[in-house]
């Protein structure tokens, strides 16, 4: 296997090892921001990143006691991650069929004030395009989890020859 090549089937034991070690490896935004594989199975998926600072938004006029809310865009980029991953493992060959985002729709609920946790179901994987549903849900100050956005991606599907 060459430096710069994902790893392969062979070098790991599931799909969700093989996906977090893409994301420690492969994917520096990802990786950066915290993303971890928490639950893989067929046709679902749910990844998690945890609340810091650094993603969340600038609010000069929060009180000190308030802890800021995490940029929408973290959510948008769970919500088109984890969508795209749940394709792949309702296909029959997960490891070498690759996807890109077609559409992606994205309805915020509410501010995003801890660690977030994105769970994906497939609704459709097609001969070339596959659609899916994602929930976010954060936990509230008042340590309530609770829905912060919903989404659905539609995947471009490129099996191998």
Same mark, same amino acid.
């Given at each position: 296997?060459s430096?710069?090549?994902?790893? #392969? %089937?062979? &070098?790991? !034991?599931?799909?969700?090892?093989? =996906?977090?070690?893409?994301?420690? /490896?492969?994917?520096?935004f990802?990786?950066?921001i915290?993303? #971890? %594989?928490d &639950?893989v !199975?067929n046709?679902?998926?749910? =990844?998690s990143?945890?609340?810091d /600072?650094?993603?969340?938004n600038i609010?000069?006029?929060?009180?000190?006691d308030?802890?800021? !809310?995490?940029h929408?865009?973290?959510a948008?980029?769970?919500?088109?991650?984890v969508?795209?991953?749940?394709?792949?493992t309702d296909?029959e060959?997960?490891?070498?069929?690759?996807?890109?985002t077609?559409?992606l729709?994205?309805n915020?609920?509410r501010?995003?004030?801890?660690?977030?946790?994105a769970?994906?179901?497939?609704?459709?994987v097609g001969?070339?395009?596959?659609?899916?549903?994602?929930?976010?849900e954060?936990t509230?100050p008042?340590?309530?989890?609770?829905?912060?956005?919903t989404g659905?991606?539609?995947?471009r599907i490129?099996?191998?020859?």
């Open positions: 296997m430096d710069d090549s994902p790893a #392969s %089937v062979e &070098d790991v !034991d599931d799909i969700a090892e093989f =996906l977090q070690n893409y994301i420690d /490896e492969y994917h520096e990802l990786s950066w915290g993303t #971890s %594989v &639950d !199975d046709g679902t998926m749910t =990844l990143i945890p609340y /600072e650094k993603l969340t609010r000069p006029h929060a009180g000190e308030q802890r800021p !809310d995490i929408g865009g973290i948008a980029t769970l919500i088109d991650t969508g795209g991953f749940a394709i792949q296909l060959d997960p490891f070498s069929t690759g996807v890109a077609i559409n729709n994205v915020y609920l501010p995003a004030t801890g660690d977030l946790e769970t994906a179901e497939v609704v459709r001969s070339t395009v596959g659609v899916s549903e994602v929930t976010v954060s509230t008042d340590g309530e989890t609770k829905a912060v956005a659905q991606g539609s995947y490129f099996r191998p020859e």
